[in-house]
């Protein structure tokens, strides 16, 4: 069996909980398990970590990982795993699996570097969910999530990232990334400021980066610096955001300060337009009403003006009535 003790002791709650982690299927029973035997001929290597599945009552070779252990430093703690499987975690049903490890499970070449993997127990297929798509190495070890899941049950994997996995993330500090459809998608601004050469509690207790994502992927908490929000007036205290699929809160209207008198009565102008916000709910724009149209009578039937004039329309429609123009 795989020991993740060891590795849940990391002050900062980096190494997850014992209630997330997970090695096997609650639902059909689908078991992964390391051995240095080769149990299947030809598969694995013997004296290494080989990684197995028991599934549907026959045994099946997944890969073969390097016998040393993942160490993970955050300032001045740090903890290293039992051996080379840092995290994993099992879907439900079986049908999804997510490892970190620093050994080569792909033709990615990660430098020994802690990288996410997803496993396909039906195709048998491993790729690198968390590897630089410009093929160049990682300079730092990549982050499950903290304190809960990192694998959704439709096998949606999040993590934390310093490396750059899109254009846009040029801050060159930690970001929080989905993968999903086949690529990585940033899910914080890539933009934002780091927490760097920070001691004590704040370096150690509260770490930016992933905490936790729902098994229905609708909910992603994680903790940052950065203010994403209008409503956020903490500054550049860490906090704990929630990315929420179609959810949020509109941006706070901040009407505009007057200058003079004369601009402060009277009626309001057009409102000023939300500010630019990422978790703003699009409320849309309300209808506005129609104009009133006022029928204005110019006459009154009760005048003999207006008689006289109505009898002359009606002459003159019967003697032009076949001309157009």
């Not at 990684?51 to 993970?72: D, F, N, Q, W």
């Not at 959704?152 to 990232?161: H, L």
């Not at 930690?174 to 001691?199: A, C, H, Q, R």
């Not at 630019?276 to 009154?300: E, F, I, Q, V, Y």
Request: proline letters at 6%.
């Amino acid at each position: 069996m795989i020991d993740f003790f060891p590795y849940d002791e990391i002050e900062a709650g980096q190494g997850g909980n014992t209630h997330s982690e997970a090695f096997s299927s609650s639902e059909i029973g689908d078991v992964y398990f390391e051995s240095p035997e080769q149990l299947i001929k030809a598969k694995g290597e013997a004296g290494q970590t080989n990684l197995y599945l028991y599934r549907e009552g026959s045994l099946r070779y997944v890969t073969t990982m390097e016998a040393k252990p993942v160490c993970t430093f955050y300032e001045f703690s740090g903890r290293c795993s039992s051996g080379p499987v840092a995290r994993m975690q099992v879907t439900p049903d079986g049908e999804h699996m997510g490892i970190v490890t620093n050994s080569h499970l792909t033709g990615y070449d990660s430098g020994e570097r802690a990288m996410m993997y997803l496993f396909d127990p039906d195709t048998s297929r491993m790729l690198c969910a968390s590897c630089r798509p410009d093929g160049k190495q990682p300079t730092f070890d990549v982050t499950a999530s903290q304190n809960g899941l990192f694998l959704t049950s439709d096998g949606r994997a999040f993590f934390s990232s310093d490396d750059p996995l899109v254009p846009r993330d040029t801050n060159g500090t930690e970001d929080i990334y989905e993968y999903s459809e086949g690529k990585p998608w940033l899910i914080t601004t890539g933009t934002g400021p780091s927490l760097k050469n920070v001691f004590g509690f704040a370096g150690v207790l509260s770490r930016p980066g992933l905490v936790g994502v729902s098994a229905n992927g609708t909910d992603v908490y994680f903790a940052t610096v950065d203010t994403l929000v209008s409503q956020d007036h903490n500054g550049a205290a860490v906090k704990i955001y929630d990315a929420r699929t179609g959810g949020g809160f509109p941006a706070e209207r901040i009407p505009p300060n007057c200058t003079a008198a004369d601009e402060c009565h009277g009626p309001v102008s057009n409102a000023p337009a939300l500010p630019s916000d990422r978790t703003s709910a699009n409320l849309g724009n309300p209808k506005k009403p129609k104009a009133h149209k006022k029928k204005h009578k110019k006459c009154k039937k009760k005048h003999k003006k207006c008689k006289g004039k109505k009898r002359n329309a009606k002459q003159n429609t019967k003697q032009g009535g076949n001309n157009r123009g």
